[in-house]
C-alpha cells in the first residue's frame, strides 16, 4: 500500500516538475495559468493531466488539436515515480524521505533544463542549498558541519576548476550553474559524497563525451552541460555512496 502510494505521488510530483521544466526558463509563473497544449492553447482538463496514464489514452497527442505531446512529460513522471518508491523502501514514510525525494525532485528539473538550455536555474540551487542545510540541522541522523563543509567544498572546487580552465584556455568551460549545483549536492549528501560525486560524474562525463565524439564526430569543443552528470553521480552517492567509502576504507586499513 505505502509503495503504491509512493508511486503514485510521485509520478504527480513529476507532473508537477514538468510545468517547471518548461516554465522556469520562460520566467513564468509555475502556479498561473492552469495547464495548457502550446500548440493549440486549450487548456487541459484534469482527466486528461493524469501522469502517465493520459500519455497512454490519448495516445501521445493533444485531445483537441491532435498536436503531439513530448514524451518528456510521461518521462518525468515515471522517473520520478520511480525514485520516490527507492526512497520509501529506503527511508520508509519519514521526514527523511521528503528531504531526499526534495533533493532528487531538483535534480531532476535540474538535469532536464540543463539538456534544454544548458543552464542551471539559481532558482533552483539556491533555495537548494539552503534546504539542504535546514535539513542536516533538523534531521537526526544528520550533521550539520558535514552539510557545511560539503556546501563549501562542492561549491569551492568547481570554482576554482572553472577560474582555472577559463585562465588557461580564455573561454568558459564549465558555468557558474555547475558551481551553485555541487554547493547544493554537498550540502545534501556532505562532504565525502562532493568528492565521490566529483569522480562519478568525471567518469559518466568522459565515457558519454568520447562516445558522442566517437559516433558524431564532434570535436572537444562541443559543449555537452555538465548538470546531468553532476546530478547522476550524486544520485547514484545518494543510493550507495556509504558502501563505496565503507568499502573503500575496508580496503585501506
Ligand atoms: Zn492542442
Not at 557558474?176 to 562525463?205: E, P, Q, Y
Amino acid at each position: 500500500m505505502l509503495t503504491t502510494m509512493s508511486i503514485v505521488f510521485g509520478t504527480f510530483i513529476g507532473s508537477f516538475l514538468n510545468v517547471c521544466i518548461c516554465r522556469l526558463p520562460r520566467g513564468e509563473s509555475i502556479v498561473t495559468p492552469r495547464s495548457h497544449c502550446p500548440h493549440c492553447q486549450k487548456m487541459i482538463g484534469w482527466y486528461d493531466n493524469i501522469p502517465i496514464l493520459s500519455y497512454l489514452v490519448l495516445r501521445g497527442k493533444c485531445r483537441g488539436c491532435k498536436a503531439p505531446i513530448s514524451l518528456q512529460y510521461p518521462l518525468v513522471e515515471a522517473v520520478t515515480g520511480l525514485f520516490s518508491l527507492l526512497l520509501m523502501l529506503r527511508f520508509g514514510p519519514s521526514p527523511d524521505y521528503l528531504f531526499y525525494f526534495a533533493f532528487v525532485a531538483a535534480l531532476i528539473v535540474i538535469t532536464v533544463i540543463d539538456l534544454y538550455h544548458q543552464i542551471i536555474p539559481d532558482v533552483i540551487s539556491l533555495p537548494g542549498i539552503g534546504v539542504g542545510l535546514l535539513g542536516s540541522l533538523l534531521l537526526p541522523d544528520l550533521v550539520f558541519l558535514n552539510s557545511l563543509i560539503g556546501m563549501f567544498l562542492g561549491g569551492g572546487s568547481l570554482f576554482l576548476v572553472a577560474t582555472g580552465y577559463q585562465w588557461l584556455f580564455k573561454r568558459e568551460g564549465m558555468g557558474g550553474g555547475d558551481v551553485k549545483l555541487l554547493a547544493m549536492i554537498g550540502a545534501f549528501l556532505g562532504w565525502r559524497a562532493v568528492i565521490l560525486t566529483i569522480l562519478l560524474s568525471s567518469l559518466i562525463g568522459s565515457v558519454t563525451g568520447i562516445l558522442i565524439i566517437l559516433l558524431k564526430g564532434k570535436d572537444f569543443k562541443y559543449a555537452i552541460p555538465y548538470g546531468p552528470f553532476l546530478s547522476l553521480g550524486a544520485v547514484f552517492c545518494l543510493f550507495y555512496g556509504e558502501a563505496i567509502i565503507r568499502w573503500y576504507f575496508s580496503l585501506n586499513r
